[in-house]
């Protein structure tokens, strides 16, 4: 039997195990204790679900196991938590978002998708844009030569998802469109709505000022450091756990300081509620050019390094 | 609808689910309202005055011009798994004004070299793709390298030559000689199109608003299903279920509505090659002929 130490790769990795336990524990008392289907266990599922979708992110980029198999029987569990397949992240987000562009396309989640004057719409509809690019582009991705093994493990993922879901519809359908539909689609689109969060008004074509972070320290332990998104795109292959300082390191001396946003709350209160519009673009690039250059690998090798990452 | 246990939800829940079910369909649909009207009040209805001096669209022959216009699809093609065919992803979409003199009913006009888009009409470009070889042409086996991550690379060029016929769309403007310029919109580049860009305008305009009605037509029968008594019984659940299946799919529906309407000089083109198979005893060779989608 292997021991505890050695079953998951790194020991913050138990955090976001932990996440994905409560999670699914409030979506089980909701669907079986009728007295659990009230807002505070609502509002906690939706919660729990956009975290789902964050380990999503992170185990997709490195598996919380160190066994294969467990890595994929996890994401089987994340994929209903969310209502899609996991490995989706792999083409959509490791290999196209984090390079900003799809073979001299658009990023299947770029801020450009979206055109209304008032600037909220554009927050609520951005996932009815992101969401079909993105499933349209991993469909076409995986139908090239050499993708079985992600095509069998998307294929489970969306039969475990769906399949599950349906099952629990089949036995009571208002209590799981209500209290397990609506949370994992909540999750699943909020997730979708981080890209816009994260890169409207940032300059994508340049090294360090491409992304939006959110730096609170509160915030960051619950979103296991998603907040720091800048490092996370230049290293991809970092753990979410060094992320903080890395951050302080590379990040800070070389981006305009309004990328850095203490509170996420703050950001979309003063973005999509306090003002009509959708913020003017600034030269926020301008800001790396004073500081000394980092050693960062092309944006082309990078791209091939994802690439064969994926494919094994 | 439920086999062992049916539960009637908390009211606040169902109006939650109704809430997140027509906010969708409303963007959705305001979406293709505001494109709409974005067609309608922008270039490509030019109301001509009767006048050269306004901002016309004129139909006419290709006289001069080698090529008059050229509209580039630069596209990567890769080997798909289990079938015998390339498919190709547009990489990207150029459109170049080269110039030269269209004759139209009302005298000849010159279209000068620089900037403008030109629509080339979808018969045209599959007929182009259908020949157009991968570059670089020759050395290995196609199909091999496409099976390669890197793929293989062709360009499907549209270009308006002598005796092509094509509709411009810009500002006319009188020279000395008798003859005329095209020179940009006021509110754009000019257009050189094989089809007629009104007619396109027509087209998207009356698609987007029957899109948009569908959508709330649809969504409202759904409302009334699930509302229709008995509450949460077996049709209500069914109907529930529709709307599921509604909110699900009316995003891609919105987001086809909206390639289908792009302007024809971005619009995707795609498409398939299809290659011998394995067994087949002229190896894997490239065999001539594609499809679109």
């Known amino acids: ?312 | 609808m439920s086999l062992i246990h049916a539960s009637a939800p908390p009211g606040w829940a169902v109006a939650l689910a109704a809430l997140a079910l027509w906010t969708n369909t409303l963007i959705i649909a305001a979406e293709a309202l505001i494109r709409r009207r974005w067609i309608g009040t922008h270039r490509w209805a030019p109301r001509w005055d009767g006048q050269f001096g306004g901002e016309a669209v004129v139909a006419g022959i290709v006289r001069e011009g080698a090529p008059l216009a050229r509209h580039t699809v630069e596209q990567r093609g890769r080997l798909r798994a289990r079938k015998t065919e390339i498919a190709w992803h547009d990489r990207s979409h150029r459109s170049e004004i080269a110039g030269g003199i269209v004759d139209t009913r009302f005298g000849p006009v010159r279209v000068p070299p620089g900037p403008g888009e030109a629509w080339p009409s979808s018969t045209a470009q599959h007929r182009v793709a259908e020949h157009v070889e991968p570059v670089p042409a020759g050395g290995r086996d196609p199909a091999d390298r496409a099976r390669r991550a890197k793929g293989i690379l062709r360009q499907v060029d549209v270009r308006w030559v002598p005796g092509d016929s094509v509709y411009l769309m810009g500002r006319l403007q009188a020279l000395d000689d008798g003859s005329w310029t095209l020179a940009p919109l006021s509110s754009g580049p000019m257009v050189l199109s094989s089809e007629d860009p009104a007619a396109w305008a027509r087209r998207c305009r009356r698609e987007l608003v029957a899109f948009a009605t569908a959508v709330v037509g649809a969504c409202a029968l759904l409302t009334a299903g699930v509302a229709w008594p008995p509450a949460f019984g077996l049709r209500s659940s069914l109907f529930g279920a529709l709307g599921l299946a509604f909110f699900l799919l009316i995003q891609p529906a919105g987001v086809w509505m909206r390639a289908r309407t792009i302007e024809p000089a971005y619009r995707n083109l795609g498409g398939t090659t299809r290659v011998a198979s394995r067994q087949d005893p002229d190896g894997d060779a490239v065999t001539p002929g594609s499809s679109l989608h």
């Not at chain 1, 138990?14 to 289907?37: D, H």
């Not at chain 1, 209500?178 to 890169?199: E, K, S, T």
Request: aromatic letters at 14%.
């Open chain 1, 1 to 312: 039997m292997q021991s505890t130490r050695s079953w998951v790769r790194h020991p913050a990795e138990w955090r976001q195990i932990g996440i994905i336990a409560i999670y699914m524990g409030v979506l089980g008392s909701m669907y079986f204790v009728p007295a659990c289907r009230n807002p505070v266990f609502f509002v906690a599922a939706c919660f729990f679900s956009f975290l789902n979708a964050i380990v999503i992110h992170n185990h997709l980029h490195q598996g919380i196991f160190q066994d294969r198999r467990w890595n994929d029987r996890f994401k089987l569990v994340l994929s209903f938590g969310n209502l899609y397949p996991a490995s989706a992240n792999t083409p959509s987000h490791n290999l196209v978002h984090h390079h900003f562009e799809d073979d001299g396309r658009p990023d299947w989640a770029s801020p450009d998708h979206v055109h209304f004057g008032w600037h909220l719409l554009n927050l609520i509809h951005f996932p009815n844009v992101a969401g079909p690019n993105t499933f349209a582009g991993v469909k076409r991705w995986a139908a090239l030569f050499g993708r079985d093994a992600f095509r069998r493990q998307y294929t489970k993922e969306t039969a475990f998802a769906f399949g599950l879901t349906g099952l629990l519809a089949l036995f009571d359908f208002w209590t799981t469109l209500c209290f397990i539909v609506l949370p994992q689609l909540w999750g699943a689109r909020g997730i979708l709505r981080i890209n816009l969060l994260q890169h409207d008004g940032c300059d994508t074509s340049s090294e360090w000022n491409h992304s939006r972070n959110f730096v609170g320290r509160a915030f960051n332990w619950i979103l296991c450091n998603n907040g720091y998104h800048t490092i996370h795109h230049n290293r991809a292959g970092l753990h979410w756990s060094a992320l903080p300082r890395a951050h302080q390191k590379e990040v800070v001396p070389r981006i305009d300081p309004s990328l850095d946003e203490p509170s996420m709350v703050w950001y979309l209160l003063k973005t999509f509620v306090f003002r009509f519009s959708r913020p003017p673009v600034r030269d926020v690039a301008a800001a790396e050019k004073q500081a000394a250059p980092a050693e960062l690998a092309p944006r082309a090798d990078r791209l091939a390094e994802a690439e064969a990452a994926a494919s094994t």
